[in-house]
């Protein structure tokens, strides 16, 4: 499996792009976000792929994050969405617009993709809502283990956490995990007040969850209600 490639782009077509990887030329689709996004022809370039194999083809996907080629891989789980189908999400609304319109349920937005009608966009939003949170999660991960560098002169503002519930004792991992938890929602676009009393009474319910728990958690005390 080809998990990532690193080289020298090539050349640009209308939808997808060639990588000369040490002087190997390897043919990747992308999405027109992903295309719109890539530096010129003879730049470096670097992108996470996924490659898709039928009895007739090979196919080689590319995504700017992980987290972009998981939800490709969750789109293309849902019935009636191939290759083609899941770019154009992507390429219309992005990795973060895909998680916010099918953790909240928004199906319409999904419809703003290029041939993607209602029925599948409420497809997708049905079947994947439950697996939003831990697509979500992974952004904060990789956050967590990538750290910016920070010039010596600035000054460190404290990053906020969530206050947890009453009598729970809470662990670094924890307060890691309510943050991401937190920002994953605001993300979403919820008030930080309301965002930040979800993940706290989420955090006091189940303590020492993860963060993806603690997102699935907080969305459904945000849910409406009645």
Known sequence: MIGRLRGRL????????????????????????????LPGPGEAVSLFTDLLVREDLMQLFGFPSLMEKEWHRLLMSVQGVGAKASLAILGALGADGVGRAIALGDWKSVTVAKGIGPKTAQ??????????????????????????????????????????GPGTAVGQTDISAQADALSALSNLGYAPA????AVAEAAGAMPGAHEADLIRAALKLLAPKG
Do not use: F, W
């Open 123 to 164: 497809r997708v939003v049905l079947d994947l809502k439950d697996k939003a949170p831990d697509v979500m999660a992974m952004a904060g991960a990789r956050t967590r283990n990538i750290p910016e560098p920070v010039p010596e002169a600035d000054v460190i503002e404290p990053v906020p956490s969530v206050a947890p």
């Open 10 to 37: 090539e050349y640009r077509g209308s939808d997808h792009i060639l990588i000369d990887v040490q002087g190997v030329g390897y043919i990747v689709h992308c999405s027109d976000r992903t295309l719109a996004a």
């Open 194 to 197: 309301d965002a930040a009393a």
